[in-house]
């Protein structure tokens, strides 16, 4: 990360504790390591981002439906998935520092440190060696490559290195009252598997014909084993998951149906289009027959925000297989064409993006420091351009004064507008810096009640972005908001 973007970085989330945002979990017994608190704003903030995601997904489309299934799950659900046997990071430890590292994030970074130095063919055959021993699950040959490459620990600058491991990344507990003869269960890894396992109960009840997608939001637990860079890799985090079902043979024209989709409903967020881009998988999991990631320019550089997976039939196979219980579909089209294979497996795709990486990429993006001096005086401010729909507050209602009726006249309309839209009032302070604190959270319209009010029920509304004002009609307010922050803006 070169100084400028280090220092962007940090400033964003220092700006992310100092308004409310996200706090370090536990932080008064000095934090839990990978663990993060949404604050008052942040809850806000996350919320919006999750309806964003629900409503492009479930309202405005006819064949996809939401559920919420449970975090706790049968046991045998992970076994089948593949999570209990395959669900691991190769990690290694120093053996003078007692630090514990992904063997492959440790390369990475040589490999970065080799691109920086101008050594692109050194980096590129360190990748390439890399992915190699990734594919073939070969963990002796990582750690000679970290041998090769003369790779200290960070910490204790040694080479002094343990073997690479495999160390699987699931949480798990005990169900019942007693430990003994009690079951082992697992916090979920992922939630795409509480969807496949309803995958014919919400078929069925929802008498949902192929192609149809079932949508998720959850939390979601891996015991990571470093955690980076703020909430882009938690320990407990959230994901937004949608499985879509569709016929065998037509899963490669669905794929990439979904990947243009996704990538079109990042960008109407209003992020510039250079920041994202697709990364395709050269390594696939076990269950992929294509995958690919869209990936977000951070501060710290492009990493993974969502992923497109074209899943084949394997989770429904194995829960077939390892349930006892058949998962096929009956295609009535199918069997009216006379087609044989009217019963059959579904192929799925999968779209699933984290919702903490998403608030961070909001934040990041929205983030802006301004100069604002003129000639005569000094000034500048922090504004964190949000979409006004996903904005926390969307409009603040500011009284010039604390006196002459203002106040009063200021209230009686907060208390219509909050009706309609999550509203602050402020009083505190002069005008100029009530200005400056609702830019700081992203608030896109600040509406000033002033003396002219009082005679003609007019009003300043002021834009955070322009900083442009203009006088209209206090009765018209929730008809001028309600346009500008609707659903409509970001959906069509
Ligand atoms: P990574 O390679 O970064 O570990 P992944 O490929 O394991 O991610 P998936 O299993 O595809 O991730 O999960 C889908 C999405 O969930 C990711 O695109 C990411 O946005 C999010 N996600 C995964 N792990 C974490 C985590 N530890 N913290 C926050 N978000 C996460």
Known sequence: MSKNNDELFKNVTGHAKEYGFVFQSSEIYDGLSAVYDYGQLGAELKNNLKTYWWKSMVQMNENIVGIDSAIFMHPKIWKASGHVDGFADPMIDNKDSKKRYRADNLIEDKIARYEKDGKTDKAAKLQADMDEALNAD????????????????????????????????????????????????????????GIFVNFLNVQKSGRMKIPFGIAQIGKAFRNEVIARQFIMRMREFEQMEMQFFVRPGTEMEWYKHWKDARLKWHLAIGTPAEKYRYHDHVKLAHYANAAVDIEFEFPFGFKEVEGIHSRTDFDLSQHQQFSGKKMQYFDNELNEEGKPYG???????????????????????????????????QDSRTVLKLHPTLAPIKAAVLPLTKKDGLPEKAREIMDKLKLDFNMQYDEKDSIGK???????IGTPFCITIDHQTLEDHTVTIRHRDSMDQERVAASELDQIIGKLVSWKNLLN
């Open 343 to 377: 019963n059959y497996i579904p192929y799925v795709i999968e779209t699933s993006i984290g919702l903490d990486r998403l608030f961070l990429l909001t934040l990041c993006n929205a983030y802006e420091e301004q100069d604002l001096s003129t000639d005569e005086k």
């Open 138 to 193: 070969d963990l002796p040959r990582l750690k000679v490559l970290i041998e090769e490459h003369e790779i200290v620990c960070p910490v204790s600058g040694t080479r002094n290195w343990t073997e690479v491991r495999q160390f699987n990344l699931m949480f798990s507990t005990q169900m019942g009252a007693m430990a003994e003869g009690s079951d082992e269960v697992y916090l979920r890894p992922e939630t795409a598997q």
């Open 434 to 440: 009530r200005y400056r604190r609702q830019d700081a």
